[in-house]
């Protein structure tokens, strides 16, 4: 009988404690929404586009993707011509060799609204394919060769089909593109880069 009691409490305790848990459930607040994590990149809709090298210098045969933004008949690929200008619907000629692209991009922005063709214009200009390079010389394949960035002199060679065996791979000529002189560069250590538009020479070394 005793032992029957005791169960009876028990359960009694129990039975409680369930409720009181079940009471104050109910009148605990509803969870905070969750917040995106801030540090998490937003997702887009477009790949982003990679910044272009703001010391890069346009000449011709680069080719230019211009974008004015709600102006489809605008928006195009254009080339710079061996007279170093882009020539642009109704604006015509904007000149673009030795320019940046920043500042390319400000003269033709400028264009658009100081020739009163379009309100407060907005116009993005990017690099789609670079002057080639050239390199002659003691390597297997002389010859023109699309430049693709970043490139130094020992991956020029490697397109043009490396070094031959006559080559001297200490000392290279080069000349920049809208130079009339050659630099002499040293390998050994140092692979310098070449830019859009170079001429490289690579000469027979003497035994």
């Given at each position: 009988?005793?032992?029957?009691?005791?169960?009876?409490?028990?359960?009694?305790?129990?039975?409680?404690?369930?409720?009181?848990?079940q009471?104050?459930?109910a009148?605990?607040p509803?969870?905070?929404?969750?917040?995106a994590?801030?540090?998490?990149?937003?997702?887009?809709?477009?790949a982003?586009?990679?910044?272009?090298?703001?010391?890069?210098?346009?000449?011709?045969?680069?080719?230019?993707?211009?974008?004015?933004?709600?102006?489809?008949d605008?928006?195009?690929?254009?080339?710079?011509?061996?007279?170093?200008?882009?020539?642009?619907?109704?604006i015509g000629?904007?000149?673009a060799?030795?320019?940046?692209?920043?500042?390319?991009?400000?003269?033709?922005?400028?264009?658009?609204?100081?020739?009163?063709?379009?309100?407060?214009?907005?116009v993005?200009?990017?690099?789609?394919?670079y002057?080639?390079?050239?390199?002659?010389?003691?390597v297997?394949?002389?010859?023109?060769?699309?430049?693709?960035?970043?490139?130094?002199?020992?991956?020029?060679?490697?397109?043009?089909?490396?070094?031959?065996?006559?080559a001297?791979?200490?000392h290279?000529?080069?000349?920049?593109?809208?130079?009339?002189?050659?630099?002499?560069?040293?390998?050994?250590?140092?692979?310098?880069?070449?830019?859009?538009?170079d001429?490289?020479?690579?000469l027979?070394?003497?035994?």
């Amino acid at each position: 009988m005793v032992s029957l009691l005791r169960f009876g409490a028990v359960a009694a305790l129990a039975l409680s404690a369930t409720l009181f848990s079940q009471a104050a459930a109910a009148q605990a607040p509803p969870p905070a929404p969750a917040v995106a994590d801030a540090t998490m990149p937003a997702q887009a809709g477009h790949a982003a586009i990679p910044p272009q090298d703001g010391n890069y210098r346009l000449g011709p045969g680069d080719k230019l993707h211009i974008i004015v933004f709600g102006e489809d008949d605008l928006t195009g690929d254009y080339t710079v011509s061996d007279q170093g200008d882009v020539s642009l619907p109704l604006i015509g000629v904007v000149h673009a060799t030795g320019e940046s692209v920043d500042y390319f991009t400000r003269q033709v922005t400028d264009s658009f609204s100081k020739g009163g063709y379009l309100t407060n214009p907005h116009v993005a200009v990017g690099v789609l394919t670079y002057r080639p390079f050239y390199i002659l010389g003691e390597v297997n394949k002389p010859g023109e060769y699309p430049y693709s960035p970043p490139m130094t002199i020992m991956d020029a060679a490697a397109t043009a089909g490396g070094f031959t065996y006559r080559a001297n791979q200490h000392h290279i000529m080069i000349r920049h593109a809208g130079e009339t002189t050659e630099h002499s560069v040293e390998l050994r250590g140092n692979d310098a880069p070449v830019a859009p538009g170079d001429t490289i020479r690579v000469l027979e070394r003497y035994f």
